[in-house]
Structure formats: C-alpha cells, structure tokens
C-alpha cells in the first residue's frame, strides 16, 4: 500500500535540529502511519541527515517499533513471572486459536487483530493479563477470551 | 447529615478489575444531586480486592471496602450515610474489625505513604499532604549538607545493587562542570514488579519533588524521567504533575525565589529491557540503541552526552523528601543498621494477598508472605519465593527466616532487586522456571558481549531439553560452567546476572533437575512432554466424558467400563484431566 509520506513532514519539523530525538521522532512517526515501512525510514534518513543505518539499528533494537503494518487492534500477552505461572500459555492459545492464527502469524488476514507478547504489564496481582489497545483484563481464563474479542469485532470498542 | 466522601482506586490494576465502571456509576449518582465528595486516588496496595472504594466523613469513620460491585455501590454508599455497616466480607481495614487489619499492621509506608490516599493529578492535595515542604527546607539548606544528610540516612539505592545513594551524589557534587543532568530511571523492566509504576501512578510529586532536591544538591539543572512506555497511565499522571509543578514555581526559572533553576523531561522507552541498567539507559535516552557501555567512566563523571550524570531508582528518589522532612535519623530508626528504611515489594504469584507493600527492612521473609501477605492463595504449599526477578532466584522454604535486607539475601544467591516477589507453590516446576527467565534474558541480551548473547542461548536450549526429558547428567556440569562464564564475560548488569535463576535452582532443587533428566519426570507435573495422564480403574465409571473430548480419539473404552488411554497416541493436552468429573484420571 502506497504510503503518504508528506503526512511525516511536520513531525519531521517539530524535530529538526534538536538531539536525542531519534525514539521519539520514530514514535511519532509509527503513530502516524501505523508502523516504521523501508520507504518511511529512507524518507526520515533524508529529510534530516541521518544515516539510515542509525534509524534500522533503533528501529530494530526496540521491540515497540514494527516494521510490518499490524492489526487495527493490538492484543499483548503478558508473559511475566506471575502470569507465566498462571497459565498466561493456555491464554495465548486461546487467542490463537480464536483469531485463526497459523503458527508463523501474528497477524488476522483481515488486519483487525495483532497478537504479541510483552515481557510484563505490571498487573500482576491480576494474573493472567492481555492489554487490548490501552485497556488491560485480568484474572483471565481460556474461556474468557471469546467474550473480550467479540467487543472488539463487533466495533463496540473502537 | 455530613457531605461523604468517596474514594475509588484508579490505579492500573484497579482498572483492570472494573473500577470504572464503579467510579462512573457514582459520578451519575453525583449528579442526581446526592450529598457525596466523590474523588479519583491510585493504589491502595491490596491489588487482590480492587475495585477498592473508601468512604468517610460519616459516623462510622473510615470504611475500605473490596471487590465493590458497581450494581451495589450506590446501596452501600446510602447505608454509610445512614450510619449501617455494610457486610462484614467487603470491610478490608480501619477501625472496625476487618478482616486484613493484620496485613496492615505489619507495614511502613514512607514511599507510599500518599499512594491510595491523595489524588495523583492533584498539586493542591499533595500539597495538603505537606507536599513540597522538603524543597523549601532544601533550598535554606546549602547542598552539601543535603548530601550529608541523605549519606547520613543511610540510604541504599533501591534499583537492586544497594549502592549508597548519598555516596553517589557527592561523585556527581564533586564534579566541576557547566551542565549536569539528574535521572530518574523508572525503566521497571523486571517480570513480576510493579513498584514503580503504583508509586508514579499514585504520588508522582514526591519523586518530582524528591528530584529537584537531588538537582539542588548536585548542582544539575535538567533532569529526565526515563519511563517504560507500557505504562501509559504513570505517563500520564506525570505528565499532568510536572506541568502543574512548573505552574507553581517548583519547576523552572528561580525555583521558589531561589536561584536555582531546573527543567525535567518525561522520555518514553521503547520496549528494551537493558535500558533499565544505567549507561544503556543513557544512550536510549541520547537516542541511540539502548546498548551497555564499559564503566568507567561511570555516570558521574561522564554520563548524559558526556555531561555528569546522576541516575536514582523511582523509589530512592521517593525516599527523598521524608528524610529532609524527619531527618537522617528519624530514618535510620526503621530497618537495620546495614539497610535503614522500608522497602517497596510487589507481591504476586501464589500468594493471598497479591499486591502493594512497604515493610521496614530486617523483617522475616516468612512474616511478610504469612502475615503481610496473608498466606498461600490455595491449599497448595509454599515452594519458593522468587526475588529480583530475572537477575534474582528462588527463595527456598528452608530459608525463610532470612531477614529482608541487602546482605542477607544477597547471601542465598537471590538479589533485593527492585523488589519483584514471586510467590511459587508446589505446582511450580523450577527447572520451568529457571528456562522462563533464561528466555527472557536471551530475548533481551542486546547482544554485545559474546557470551551474554551465545552462553544464554546455549542454556536456554540445555534447560529446553531437560524440560522436554532429553537432558542428560552431563548437561548440569554444562550449565553451571556456562553460569561462570557468562557472569565473568559479561560487561553490565543484565549478563552478570542472567545465570542466577538457574544456579540457585540448581543449588536448592537439584533433585527437580536430576528427577527430569534420570526419572524422565517433572515432579510438579508442569512440563507437558514429561506429563503421563492415566485413568484410575477404581475411581472411573465410564461416563465417556473423556473419551469425547479427546482430540485425538485415544481414550477407548465402553459405557459403564472403565476407560483406558493409548499412550503412544497421547499428545498430553489435559482436556480429559479438565474433563473428568469423578478424579478418575492421574496425572504425573
């Protein structure tokens, strides 16, 4: 999908000339088009002079920056300590198996859903955890993830 | 009749349970007209009851309740104004007779001593609460008495290493420089603790206020708060205190009349768990990748684009104001003489009373998983405590008179850490375990130091293969040379550490190990390709309910007889266990 790569103009310019801005520009600029693609790196490389090896290295070195498109939702799986021994796995397959993911996506094919895992969402007194955009849900059970995604599917949390 | 006030816990964890859909229900009856104070506070610490509601100003005094239900809040609420006690099993603490008095008793808050109580996005209410006296006070003080006072307290640096913190900052004060920054590292990276984030969300001033004391001291005039971007909310509450504290005047140019001036920046990490250890968190925030760089030149003298740099923990700075405030000893008066002060912990796990503490230093590991924290969540025995998280270990029962200060649990191989507290029952299997953090770590090796990055890899795939029984005795040896190496040839902290969940598991539950890799045999019955589900003959009666939801047809039997699995057909998924209504199937 062709990308409009003048929407990245004004942030470009909020950051110019200023340092330790690289997170923060790429941030903005993921926010605007969703994720970091290779022409949307070139085009911030060029626009202020900074070697494109630079902006993959960050972009590459910190698991919030994605480099495909993802899902209009994303789904984070709290893999902590205190979920880990709560079952936070059987969740996980849960969610697989209700949004139809094979075992190499984490993507839905109609671009609604991304699934990933984060390292800790700090609820841990509320193990297991998934966060649905900002929104987390606790105390979780396989069976509880039907009723969570409907919400969601059926446009009544957008 | 007196005006009530309603207090609802909004904290992260409080959302999560449906606080607010509470708070919106007793906005709504606000605007009916009803004779209610309703105001927004963070964490009240006891995570395993939210929604927490506190209600006051009437007759009955002070009332916390639990697990409030939204449909019966506004029932509850009418009862207190008319002066009638609500049931008996929602009344958490206070006066009354409740039921978790004793949990209370057995803390000291000094970090949280506002979290639950003032209104986060609130100046006026921390200044109500003697918020931004501490500053004043520092500010008639000259700033090498500050730093006197702060290395008089005793205070350790709560971030995990213990350093003295007022040490640290006479190495920055020394330092002859134009610019000087001061940093907050609230990268609270570690799986299982959410310290930091309940005291941002709860009382951002008093790490504000804490920091801008520090700045004073030091001689800095900028300062960065360094935040995981997963929590939006702490963010957020930040955001809203640092903008009202330049307002005030306690932020800025000439701060209270003084001729100290001082800027603080909020920067959002990006998703790397090394950016918590200081020099990879420097060149985060200069915008690079977030990667270890060799000490020294230590921060202090060359941190923050070159500049000295001072880097405190969320709950060090927290400690901050209370010791101007009381005084360096009024401070060493809780603790132990080593490790003055309180400590902030975040229970979870198996545990009853999963949530926020704060307990004076020297207390007993046993009485704050038995009395602060309420005991075991089932019937299920305490097996270990993880401490430190993925640079800590496992706490055994055997050891848990061991008192809670810097040395002594350094001495059982776990660490303080930031203070994550796992708490793991004999459902646990610790060789699982020990690869659960092996795989974190090996996921966030930045991948500089070779060993690091290939010695965790080599052991995560050595303790893969005992989970899945095709380890063998050889692999043990392995391990505990790879632990060696990898803690000699690593440059930061998060290398250095990265063996200690498998060595003290190794040290305290060898026989788990030797039974996966001799036995073929997870004792905890946790590792699925170990695991064997078997049908008992006397307890089964047929009722096919197993047979139907096996997904792979290998239960046989007919109705009325007792069932039997094939177990070269097994794939081990427990939906029989799960199935069976009679206990009739074993599994082990």
Same mark, same amino acid.
């Given at each position: 999908m062709e990308q409009d790569l003048t929407l990245l103009d004004a942030i470009i310019a909020k950051f110019r000339g200023k340092h330790g801005i690289l997170i923060p520009l790429l941030q903005e600029v993921q926010h605007t088009l969703g994720y970091l693609s290779r022409d949307a790196m070139r085009y911030v490389s060029e626009s202020l002079q900074i070697p494109s090896a630079d902006i993959y290295g960050v972009a590459t070195f910190y698991s919030m920056f994605k480099l495909k498109a993802q899902g209009k939702h994303i789904i984070r799986v709290c893999k902590g300590t205190a979920c880990h021994v709560s079952d936070a796995d059987g969740i996980k397959e849960a969610l697989r198996t209700e949004l139809g993911l094979g075992d190499d996506e984490d993507t839905t094919s109609d671009m609604k859903f991304t699934l990933m895992e984060v390292a800790c969402l700090g609820c841990c007194s509320l193990a297991p955890v998934i966060m649905v955009d900002d929104t987390t849900y606790g105390t979780l059970t396989p069976e509880s993830i039907k009723g969570i995604l409907e919400r969601y599917a059926s446009g009544e949390e957008s | 009749m007196s005006t009530i006030r309603v207090k609802v816990g909004l904290a992260s964890c409080g959302v999560a349970a449906g606080a607010m859909e509470v708070y919106h229900v007793l906005a709504d009856y606000e605007k009916t007209g009803a004779d209610i104070d309703l105001q927004k506070t963070a964490c009240i610490g006891m995570c395993f009851e939210e929604p927490i509601v506190e209600l006051s100003g009437g007759e009955l005094g002070k009332l916390s309740l639990g697990k409030v239900d939204p449909a019966q809040i506004i029932g509850l609420v009418e009862d207190y104004q008319k002066g009638v006690l609500p049931p008996a099993n929602i009344i958490l603490a206070e006066k009354h007779n409740a039921k978790h008095n004793e949990l209370l008793a057995g803390q000291y808050r000094i970090v949280l001593r506002n979290c639950g109580?003032?209104?986060?996005?609130?100046?006026?209410?921390?200044?109500?609460?003697?918020?931004?006296?501490?500053?004043?006070?520092?500010?008639?003080?000259?700033?090498?008495?500050?730093?006197?006072?702060?290395?008089?307290?005793?205070?350790?640096?709560?971030?995990? *290493?213990?350093?003295?913190?007022?040490?640290?900052?006479?190495?920055?004060?020394?330092?002859?420089?134009?610019?000087?920054?001061?940093?907050?590292?609230?990268?609270?990276?570690?799986?299982?603790?959410?310290?930091?984030?309940?005291?941002?969300?709860?009382?951002?001033?008093?790490?504000?206020?804490?920091?801008?004391?520090? *700045?004073?001291?030091?001689?800095?005039?900028?300062?960065?708060?360094?935040?995981?971007?997963?929590?939006?909310?702490?963010?957020?509450?930040?955001?809203?205190?640092?903008?009202?504290?330049?307002?005030?005047?306690?932020?800025?140019?000439?701060?209270?009349?003084?001729?100290?001036?001082?800027?603080?920046?909020?920067?959002?990490?990006?998703?790397?768990?090394?950016?918590?250890?200081?020099?990879?968190?420097?060149?985060?925030?200069?915008?690079?990748?977030? #990667?270890?760089?060799?000490r020294p030149p230590y921060p202090a003298a060359s941190g923050l684009w070159g500049c000295p740099t001072n880097i405190n923990n969320v709950e060090t700075w927290a400690n901050v104001t209370w010791i101007i405030n009381h005084s360096a000893n009024e401070f060493r008066k809780i603790g132990t003489d080593k490790s003055p002060g309180t400590k902030v912990f975040a229970l979870a796990g198996k545990i009853a009373g999963s949530g926020l503490?704060?307990?004076?230093?020297?207390?007993?590991?046993?009485?704050?998983?038995?009395?602060?924290?309420?005991? #075991?969540?089932?019937?299920?025995?305490?097996?270990?405590?993880?401490?430190?998280?993925?640079?800590?270990?496992?706490?055994?029962?055997?050891?848990?008179?061991?008192?809670?200060?810097?040395?002594?649990?350094?001495?059982?191989?776990?660490? #303080?850490?930031?203070?994550?507290?796992?708490? #793991?029952?004999?459902?646990?299997?610790?060789?699982?375990?020990?690869?659960?953090?092996?795989?974190?770590?090996?996921?966030?090796?930045?991948?500089?130091?070779?060993?690091?990055?290939?010695?965790?890899?080599?052991?995560?795939?050595?303790?893969?293969?005992?989970?899945e029984g095709k380890g063998e005795m050889e692999d043990i040896q392995r391990l505990e040379d790879l632990s060696t190496n990898i803690i000699k040839g690593s440059l930061c902290g998060l290398g250095q550490t990265a063996p200690n969940p498998v060595l003290t598991t190794l040290r305290y539950f060898r026989d788990e190990y030797i039974a996966h890799i001799q036995d073929k045999r997870c004792p905890a019955g946790v590792c699925t390709s170990l695991l064997k589900y078997e049908i008992i003959p006397d307890k089964c009666i047929g009722c096919t309910a197993c047979a139907r939801k096996c997904p792979v047809s290998c239960i046989s039997g007919a109705v009325k007889q007792v069932h039997v699995i094939d177990q070269d057909k097994c794939i081990k998924c427990g939906a029989c266990f799960k199935a069976c209504k009679f206990d009739a199937i074993s599994k082990g």
């Open positions: - | 109580v003032i209104d986060p996005k609130s100046i006026e209410d921390y200044e109500d609460h003697g918020g931004y006296t501490a500053l004043k006070k520092a500010l008639s003080m000259q700033p090498a008495s500050i730093i006197d006072e702060v290395k008089a307290s005793g205070l350790r640096g709560r971030g995990g *290493a213990g350093f003295s913190t007022g040490q640290k900052w006479s190495l920055a004060a020394r330092e002859k420089a134009k610019k000087k920054y001061v940093v907050c590292n609230a990268d609270e990276g570690d799986p299982g603790a959410f310290m930091d984030r309940s005291t941002l969300e709860g009382d951002p001033h008093n790490v504000i206020e804490g920091m801008i004391i520090g *700045a004073y001291a030091m001689g800095a005039d900028e300062g960065y708060i360094y935040c995981r971007a997963e929590y939006p909310m702490a963010i957020q509450h930040l955001k809203i205190a640092i903008e009202a504290a330049e307002k005030k005047g306690y932020l800025g140019k000439k701060i209270m009349g003084s001729d100290f001036s001082f800027d603080l920046h909020i920067k959002e990490g990006a998703g790397a768990f090394v950016c918590g250890e200081e020099t990879a968190l420097m060149q985060s925030i200069e915008g690079k990748r977030g #990667m270890p760089t060799i503490i704060e307990v004076p230093m020297g207390i007993p590991l046993k009485d704050i998983i038995y009395k602060v924290g309420g005991g #075991m969540k089932t019937d299920k025995p305490f097996k270990a405590v993880q401490m430190g998280g993925p640079s800590g270990g496992c706490i055994p029962a055997s050891l848990l008179d061991t008192i809670v200060d810097y040395d002594s649990i350094n001495a059982t191989g776990a660490i #303080m850490g930031s203070g994550g507290m796992v708490v #793991m029952d004999t459902g646990t299997c610790m060789v699982d375990v020990a690869r659960f953090f092996l795989n974190f770590t090996q996921n966030e090796s930045c991948g500089k130091c070779t060993f690091c990055r290939i010695g965790t890899k080599r052991m995560l795939e050595i303790l893969t293969r005992i989970t």
